[in-house]
């Protein structure tokens, strides 16, 4: 019988502080009703002091305490993030040491907004094959460190947060993920970038001063490919699968702006009502944005057992793709 990974438990974590619309009035030249109509965006969280793995363990701790869980059980963690702790040892490696899971393996995954769905599709796949038994997948970002709180384009785009989950074999049949595709497509670095602090431009005062270090993006040229990108990969995981916008019951949509997840979830004839959305309060958390909302979503008792969700997400790279998962848990 082929084995089946599905997530058996999940959670998140973000920080307490917020920066409103109108804090980033005083910032820069923008205005609340700006940011909300053109990105739906009102607030986001940031994480004053400490780093991406201090993001990733509160909701760790979560699943461990949830799942009555043995950390030398866990055998693997991936971590994907464009913001790690440091370049090296990967942020896994920092959490592994936290957490104190000595039998895992562990390794980071960069693919930006997608990188929690690669994650999942690569977890998914050491349960698959058997090598594995309970892999934990963390998508966590800490964006405030790498934005220029004076550029108007990007600061009021990103948050800082966290969203973890447990993989585990399905002991259901035809439970958990079922299907994915992914995509990359290199022609899209030259929009969305960091082009300092790596092998290509070590930091140096240079770098600093032409503010190499932060991120940077051509806002227009990215909403056009996430549109298409994201209402596309759905529609073909979709056809797949024979689901149609009536047995769809949830689409968790990567959250980057309100109007590329309406744009998508029409495309695919997806009611609103069944579009999973908390950039509101959150902004892009780049690779949080998925397991958050699946997180909050499953708290609150919204995604029932055998429901079909349909994941979906794009960003830098560009990377993008959608996972069909039957949800398995209670
Ligand atoms: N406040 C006020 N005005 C702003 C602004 C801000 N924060 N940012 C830009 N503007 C201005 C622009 O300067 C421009 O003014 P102009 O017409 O006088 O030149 C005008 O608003 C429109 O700018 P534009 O860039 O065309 O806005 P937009 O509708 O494309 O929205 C984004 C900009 C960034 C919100 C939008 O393009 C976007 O969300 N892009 C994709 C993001 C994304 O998916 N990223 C993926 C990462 S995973």
């Known amino acids: 019988m082929k084995i089946n990974a599905t997530i058996t438990a999940v959670s998140h974590f973000?920080?307490?502080?917020k920066i409103t619309n109108h804090d980033l009035e005083k910032l820069v030249d923008t205005n609340d009703e700006w940011i909300r109509s053109r990105t739906g965006i009102s607030e986001r969280r940031i994480l004053k002091n400490g780093a991406t793995s201090d993001l990733a363990i509160p909701a760790i701790k979560k699943i461990i305490e949830q799942k009555n869980l043995d950390p030398l059980e866990i055998d693997a963690i991936i971590v994907a993030t464009v913001t790690p702790d440091m370049f090296f040892p990967?942020?896994?490696?920092?959490?592994?040491?936290?957490?104190?899971?000595?039998?895992?393996?562990?390794?980071d995954l960069s693919a930006a907004c997608s990188g929690f769905l690669y994650a999942l599709v690569v977890g998914a796949?050491?349960?698959?094959?058997?090598?594995?038994?309970?892999?934990?997948v963390i998508g966590a970002?800490?964006?405030?460190?790498?934005?220029?709180?004076?550029?108007?384009?990007?600061?009021?785009?990103?948050?800082?947060?966290?969203?973890?989950?447990?993989?585990?074999?399905?002991?259901?049949?035809?439970?958990?993920?079922?299907?994915?595709?992914?995509?990359?497509?290199?022609?899209?670095?030259e929009f969305l970038y960091m082009k300092g602090s790596g092998s290509l431009n070590p930091p140096t005062h240079e770098t600093i001063d032409k503010g190499l270090h932060y991120l940077v993006q051509?806002?227009?040229?990215?909403?056009?490919?996430?549109v298409?990108?994201?209402?596309?990969?759905?529609?073909?995981?979709?056809?797949?699968?024979?689901?149609?916008?009536?047995t769809v019951d949830w689409l968790v949509p990567h959250q980057a702006n309100l109007r590329i997840i309406d744009a998508c979830?029409?495309?695919?004839?997806?009611?609103?009502?069944?579009?999973?959305?908390?950039?509101?309060?959150?902004?892009?958390?780049?690779?949080?944005?998925?397991?958050?909302?699946?997180?909050?979503?499953?708290?609150?008792?919204?995604?029932?057992?055998?429901?079909?969700?349909?994941?979906?997400?794009?960003?830098?790279?560009?990377t993008w793709g959608a996972v069909y998962i039957k949800w398995s848990i209670d």
């Open 228 to 246: 298409l990108g994201m209402a596309n990969v759905s529609v073909e995981v979709m056809q797949r699968n024979n689901l149609t916008s009536e």
């Open 90 to 107: 990967s942020t896994a490696c920092i959490i592994q040491q936290k957490i104190v899971a000595k039998n895992a393996i562990a390794f």
């Open 265 to 318: 979830a029409e495309r695919m004839g997806i009611d609103k009502s069944k579009v999973m959305i908390n950039i509101d309060r959150y902004g892009n958390t780049t690779a949080a944005t998925i397991p958050i909302c699946l997180s909050e979503w499953h708290e609150q008792g919204k995604i029932k057992k055998g429901q079909n969700l349909i994941l979906s997400s794009f960003g830098a790279g560009y």
């Open 125 to 136: 796949q050491m349960i698959e094959s058997g090598s594995r038994k309970k892999v934990l």
């Open 218 to 226: 051509d806002g227009k040229a990215v909403f056009k490919e996430a």
């Open 141 to 189: 970002d800490k964006m405030s460190s790498i934005l220029d709180y004076k550029d108007r384009n990007t600061c009021i785009l990103f948050g800082d947060g966290a969203g973890v989950v447990l993989l585990e074999p399905s002991p259901i049949e035809n439970y958990g993920i079922i299907d994915h595709r992914l995509y990359s497509d290199g022609s899209g670095a």
């Open 14 to 17: 973000v920080p307490k502080d």
